[in-house]
């Protein structure tokens, strides 16, 4: 009989040979023919400033990014909001304060398919997710600075280590953002690859007990590439002389789901104003839809400030509901209820139409889009040009925020004297 000459790693385990903690075999052949989806991470450096989410949501849809962790978001509160179809999940201070909190934004496409979120610190928040044939749970971090004390980063750690508990160890981890520490060059460690910056420091050593107590591998460390796609962060310092750019930021999958990568880089050239760059990993994953409440239709209530429509409005209602008072006594309450409701609802729909999602803010134009987009092509290739066109565009933010919360004024200044005018007009008629 012939030898098997199958001298290829065993079916199963990752490329390096290790052991892993093993899911069925159908499950782990239709886990690989799944759909790859790019995660990213990045610290934005203040999400607080009029416009930054429009545009960070932009370079999203122009490199196709599914899921995007977000550091030092400095929103405060915590809570979820959408633009343009895209769903922002933040956590931050309590309100006091705009210092550091994080972020998760999440594309039309898998944002249905979220089962849970977590908002746990300014430092952390989790987004649970269903998928297949695991589900995948995404914690977004923001580590404190080298200078902090150690009891904060113990804290930081132990907080990580909370919502890890709250999950299934076999499903899809992933822990990334900036994490402030170097995870250094030249280590045999099976959580770190060959392809790093720097030499490690003491967060570095923490970062790794972490990943090795917990199975998790620092993903973007594996990919063969050129330094200047290795690195996250680069110092207000750095000049063409004086090169200071680290390695900071980082993107730690389950140990077991290794073999999912499919790339991992970062984008020097995506137009999010931050010293960081968008640190990105490919993974082959397939979301399943969970079953929700299907959005209500909101109508368009700022059309009732037109005194017409309002007093036409009113007037067709009393009709209907006058018209109920002669109804057989037979008929129920409920039923006469459910007759007045479904009246006042069909008169509103024909008066007051429904609104439409709005795929930007209010105030943003196609003139401050188009220089965004023109900006984007000067990222690091003439300093001058960009930011003479950063400045531009925050001019131009600031003058149409000014004319649409004016304009605002003027419309609840003109509400209150057509209900004035009116309450007076219908005492003088009674």
């Known amino acids: 009989m012939a030898e098997n000459q199958n001298n290829g790693p065993e079916y199963g385990r990752p490329l390096n040979g290790a052991g892993v903690l093993r899911i069925s075999r159908s499950a782990k052949m239709r886990f690989s023919n799944n759909k790859s989806y790019k995660i990213v991470t990045s610290n934005v450096r203040s999400m607080f400033e009029s416009g930054k989410i429009n545009n960070t949501i932009r370079e999203m849809q122009k490199h196709e990014i599914g899921i995007l962790g977000v550091s030092e978001m400095q929103w405060p509160d915590h809570g ?16 006091r ?43 977004q971090v923001y580590a404190p600075t080298c200078d902090a004390p150690d009891d904060e980063m113990e804290i930081f750690y132990e907080g990580i280590q909370s919502l890890i508990r709250s999950t299934k ?5 992933v822990v990334m953002g900036d994490f402030n520490a170097k995870i250094g060059q030249g280590t045999d460690d099976a959580i770190v690859g060959k392809f790093v910056l720097g030499e490690r420091n003491e967060r570095g050593d923490r970062l790794a007990e972490f990943c090795r107590s917990n199975k998790l591998i620092i993903s973007n460390t594996f990919i063969k590439l050129p330094k200047r796609k290795l690195y996250t962060w680069k110092s207000p310092a750095d000049t063409a002389n004086k090169v200071i750019r680290n390695q900071i930021d980082f993107i730690t999958i389950s140990e077991r789901y290794k073999n999912s990568i499919k790339f991992a880089k970062t984008f020097p050239g995506a137009d999010v104003p931050s010293n960081h760059n968008l640190l990105a990993v490919t993974i082959n994953i397939k979301f399943k839809t969970t079953s929700s409440a299907q959005p209500r239709s909101k109508l368009n209530v700022q059309k009732l400030k037109s005194p017409d429509l ?104 003109g509400y209150k004297e057509d209900t004035i005018y009116l309450t007076y007009t219908r005492k003088l008629e009674t």
């Open 80 to 95: 979820s909001c959408t633009i343009d179809n895209y769903n922002v999940y933040y956590s931050g201070d309590d309100g």
């Open 97 to 139: 304060r705009n210092k550091h909190g994080v972020a998760v934004i999440i594309s039309k496409e898998p944002k249905n398919m979220i089962t849970n979120v977590v908002y746990h610190s300014a430092r952390l928040i989790m987004v649970q997710m269903k998928g297949w044939p695991v589900n995948l749970n995404i914690i």
């Open 169 to 173: 160890s076999r499903d899809f981890l």
């Open 310 to 413: 309002r007093i036409r409005f009113e007037n067709e209602n009393e009709i209907e509901t006058k018209l109920l008072s002669f109804q057989p006594d037979d008929m129920s309450i409920e039923e006469i209820s459910m007759k007045i409701k479904n009246t006042i609802m069909e008169v509103a729909n024909n008066e007051v139409s429904v609104v439409r999602s709005r795929k930007k803010e209010v105030w943003m134009t196609d003139e401050i889009l188009a220089l965004i987009d023109e900006r984007s092509r000067y990222k690091n290739k003439n300093n001058r040009k960009y930011k003479d066109i950063h400045r531009s565009i925050r001019v131009l933010i600031r003058k149409a925020k000014e004319e649409f919360h004016k304009k605002e004024y003027v419309d609840i200044e």
